[in-house]
T-cell receptor, first 113, second 110 residues
Framework: DTGVSQDPRHKITKRGQNVTFRCDPI?????LYWYRQTLGQGPEFLTY????????KSRLLSDRFSAERPKGSFSTLEIQRTEQGDSAMYLC???????????FGQGTRLTVV | SQQGEEDPQALSIQEGENATMNCSYK?????LQWYRQNSGRGLVHLIL?????REKHSGRLRVTLDTSKKSSSLLITASRAADTASYFC??????????FGKGTTLSVSS
């Protein structure tokens, strides 16, 4: 499968725990995006990378959220001290260049109990 | 970063009917793209129309672009239950993120 891969697909965690999600973009895609989506809403932009550089972060991305793309390939999104409000689908997407189509993964569904 | 605004927010039709949704934007664009999201899944790219194109077809999809009015429309002909999904428009801008609007939720009933 050469699409965007996200792991895990589902995560249930207790409030206060840390969680980390991984995204493997399509090979050679320079741009990588992270989104959060709750039921009935459109995807909310969190952050994006151009290669290994994090170019923009949404104000939604509080200090508890951090994202990395250390070698310009896969990326991780970590949420520290999770809260119930963090429960959502976290989507990752990649594109070859800024003006080209984006490919999305199937998402990681996070449930904080 | 700017985002498109889709209209209507919700649309309900019968199978076999056509569905039209619109997207408006406020800036100059290089191209405009439409995406579909089925419930609980990731988004899927449907079609890209460049700023120098006025109309583009892909299967049952027809997209138009009017750069003078800064608007685009997506027409789905002979809709099917499987077309039930949310539809989003997006246009890339140099140096900015991929930001989506609220989308149009299409419900096709049999």
């Amino acid at each position: 499968d050469t699409g965007v891969s996200q792991d895990p697909r589902h995560k249930i965690t207790k409030r206060g725990q840390n969680v980390t999600f991984r995204c493997d973009p399509i090979s050679e895609h320079n741009r990588l995006y992270w989104y959060r989506q709750t039921l009935g809403q459109g995807p909310e932009f969190l952050t994006y990378f151009q290669n290994e550089a994090q170019l923009e972060k949404s104000r939604l991305l509080s200090d508890r959220f951090s994202a990395e793309r250390p070698k310009g390939s896969f990326s991780t999104l970590e949420i520290q001290r999770t809260e119930q409000g963090d429960s959502a689908m976290y989507l990752c997407a990649s594109s070859l260049a800024p003006n080209t189509e984006a490919f999305f993964g199937q998402g990681t569904r996070l449930t904080v109990v | 970063s700017q985002q498109g605004e889709e209209d209507p927010q919700a649309l309900s039709i019968q199978e076999g009917e056509n569905a039209t949704m619109n997207c408006s934007y406020k800036t100059s664009i290089n191209n405009l793209q439409w995406y579909r999201q089925n419930s609980g899944r990731g988004l899927v790219h449907l079609i890209l129309i460049r700023s120098n194109e006025r109309e583009k077809h892909s299967g049952r999809l027809r997209v138009t672009l009017d750069t003078s009015k800064k608007s685009s429309s997506l027409l789905i002909t002979a809709s099917r239950a499987a077309d039930t999904a949310s539809y989003f428009c997006w246009f890339p801008q140099a140096g900015t993120a991929l930001i989506f609007g609220k989308g149009t939720t299409l419900s096709v009933s049999s």
